[in-house]
C-alpha cells in the first residue's frame, strides 16, 4: 500500500513539474506548432554579447523574468515579416514580467540594423549584436531567424527554427503562459 502511495505521489508531483511545457504545448496552433516546447529545460547561456549601447551582456541579464529571444539579421526575408510582430509583443507585453530580445547575428553594422527596423516599423525593438556568432553557436542556432523562450531562470524550454506568424492568438496564449509561469515561479 506504501508503494502505491509514493508512486501517486511521485507522478503527481511529475505532472506538476511538467505543467508548463504541457499547457504550452497545448496552446500551439498555427505557425506556432512549429514551436518545439522541450520536455526538461535546456541549459541557458553565458556567453556575451553586444548590447545595444556597445556594452557587453549576457542572457543571465534578463533572468527573474521569462523572455523571448530573436536571432535575425539585416539580409534575412523572413526577418522582415516577423519582426514588427515582435515589436508589437514586446509593446503589449514588455516589462518587468516579459521581454522580447532581439540579436542580431553575424554581420550588421548599427546603421544597418536601424535602417531595416525603421523600413518595417520595429524601431523599438532592442539593437544587440552577437557579430561572432559566439552566442548563436553556443545556443545551436542554425540559419533564421531563430526564437528562443527561456523561463524566469534563463533556461531554455521552447524554439522555434523560421518564420512564425507572432501575431496570432496561438503565439499571444504562449507568451501570456509564460508571464504566468514566470509570475508562479
Not at 7 to 28: F, H, K, Q, V
Not at 34 to 63: C, M, N
Not at 171 to 185: K, P, T, W
Request: proline share 5%.
Amino acid at each position: 500500500m506504501r508503494s502505491v502511495v509514493l508512486i501517486g505521489l511521485y507522478m503527481a508531483a511529475t505532472s506538476l513539474a511538467n505543467a508548463a511545457p504541457a499547457d504550452i504545448e497545448a496552446l500551439r496552433k498555427g505557425d506556432m506548432r512549429k514551436l518545439a516546447v522541450h520536455a526538461e529545460p535546456q541549459r541557458g547561456s553565458d556567453v556575451p554579447f553586444e548590447s545595444e549601447d556597445g556594452g557587453e551582456i549576457t542572457l543571465a541579464d534578463y533572468e527573474g523574468k521569462p523572455v523571448l529571444v530573436n536571432f535575425w539579421a539585416t539580409w534575412c526575408a523572413p526577418c522582415r515579416i516577423e519582426m514588427p510582430q515582435l515589436a508589437a509583443l514586446q509593446d503589449e507585453y514588455g516589462g518587468a514580467d516579459f521581454e522580447v530580445v532581439t540579436i542580431a547575428t553575424g554581420r550588421n553594422d548599427a546603421a544597418g540594423m536601424e535602417r531595416f527596423l525603421t523600413e518595417i516599423g520595429a524601431e523599438a525593438l532592442p539593437r544587440h549584436k552577437d557579430p561572432r556568432q559566439a552566442l548563436a553557436r553556443d545556443m545551436g542556432v542554425l540559419g533564421l531567424p531563430v526564437t528562443l523562450l527561456l523561463d524566469a531562470g534563463g533556461q531554455e524550454i521552447g524554439r522555434l527554427q523560421g518564420e512564425a506568424d507572432w501575431s496570432s492568438d496561438s503565439a499571444r496564449a504562449i507568451v501570456e503562459a509564460l508571464i504566468a509561469q514566470g509570475q508562479d515561479g
